[in-house]
């Protein structure tokens, strides 16, 4: 995971080494977003050889973990959790509740009825 830290931190929130490793995984994702995308079209294309559709199969399965979007997991940008996270404000359930509650969220309000 070394190699893949940035040399200088644009996290902009709370940091622990979860959220330094996710950060890590979402830039190296978007840097190899393009290259797997491109192997994956080679191996779905039927009416290449199978030579190559095997040789990027083997290039695709040999491409680090960072590189799958799997790897990149919802968390919380205030307090770094990993569960309970509302996708449309990247927060969890509780920092969104108190933001919203606060009038930090702009459009957010309490529901009444």
């Known amino acids: 995971m070394a190699m893949f830290r ?8 709370y940091v622990n080494t ?5 950060h890590a995984k979402r830039k190296v994702f978007a840097q190899h977003e393009t290259e797997r995308q491109a192997l994956r079209y080679i191996i779905r294309n039927t009416t ?13 399965s040999q491409m680090h973990a960072y590189t799958r979007p799997t790897q990149i997991k919802n968390r919380c940008i205030i307090g770094g959790r ?3 996270v509302l996708s449309e404000f990247r927060m969890a359930r509780y ?17 009444t009825w």
């Open 6 to 13: 940035s040399k200088r931190l644009d996290v902009g929130c």
């Open 18 to 22: 979860l959220i330094l490793r996710d």
């Open 82 to 84: 990993g569960k309970g």
């Open 48 to 60: 290449l050889p199978q030579r190559m559709r095997a040789q990027a199969q083997l290039q695709l």
């Open 95 to 111: 920092c969104f509740r108190m933001n919203a509650l606060a009038g930090n969220i702009p459009g957010v309000k309490k529901a």
